[in-house]
C-alpha cells in the first residue's frame, strides 16, 4: 500500500473509504504469485475471466445463466445488505481467500474484509472471481450478477457438479 491510505496500486480505489484495519488485510500478490494461484484455483489456459475456455468452471457456470444476485444497483447505490447476506453463507469470517480481475492482477486476504467492503473489489465491466485454497466454493462476480459454484477441485472430484450453482 502506498502513504496514500486511499489507494492500493493496481487493485483497488478506496471508495467508498475501507477500514484502515481491513485495509492493511490486504496483500497484492506478486505476478508470479497471482498466476500460480490462478492456475491451481482456476485454469491455467485462459487470463481473464471471460477469456477462459468454454469447458472451464466459470465459463460453463456463466453459460448456465443461473446467476444467483444482480448487484449492479446495489453496487450504484451502495446498499450492501444483500450481497453480505449472500457471502457471509460461503466462507467463515477469517478464511483466507484470493481475489482476481486476471490471471496476473489478484489479492489474498479474509473473506471478513470482502464481506465487508464488496464494493470496493468490483468494476462494473470487470470480471472478478474470489477463491480459497482446500475450499470447494468460489464466487464469481460478473457484469452485475452473482454466482456461487464449485471449483476446478470440487470439478475434478466430481465433474457432474463442478458447475452447480450452491443451495444457498
Known sequence: MTNDENIIPGVLIN???MDKNDLNQI????????????????DSRGNHLMLLPSDSWPAK??????ALY??????????????????????????IIYIFWSR?????????????????FLYEDEGVL????????????S??????????EAQQENPRNGNA???L
Open 104 to 120: 496476473n492482477n489478484g489479492v489474498r486476504t479474509v473473506h471478513n474484509v470482502l464481506y465487508r467492503n464488496w464494493i470496493n
Open 143 to 152: 457484469n452485475g450478477r452473482m454466482w456461487i459454484a464449485g471449483t476446478q
Open 165 to 167: 450453482v450452491s443451495d
Open 130 to 141: 474470489v477463491c480459497s485454497k482446500g475450499d470447494k466454493r468460489a464466487v464469481i462476480l
Open 15 to 17: 471508495d467508498p473509504p
Open 61 to 66: 457456470l456463466i453459460a448456465s445463466n443461473c
Open 27 to 42: 496483500e497484492v500478490l506478486s505476478e508470479t504469485e497471482s498466476i500460480v494461484v490462478w492456475d491451481e484455483l482456476i
Open 70 to 95: 444482480e448487484w449492479l444497483d446495489d453496487w450504484n447505490k451502495n446498499t450492501v445488505s444483500k450481497m453480505q447476506h449472500l457471502l457471509a453463507e460461503v466462507w467463515p469470517p477469517n478464511k
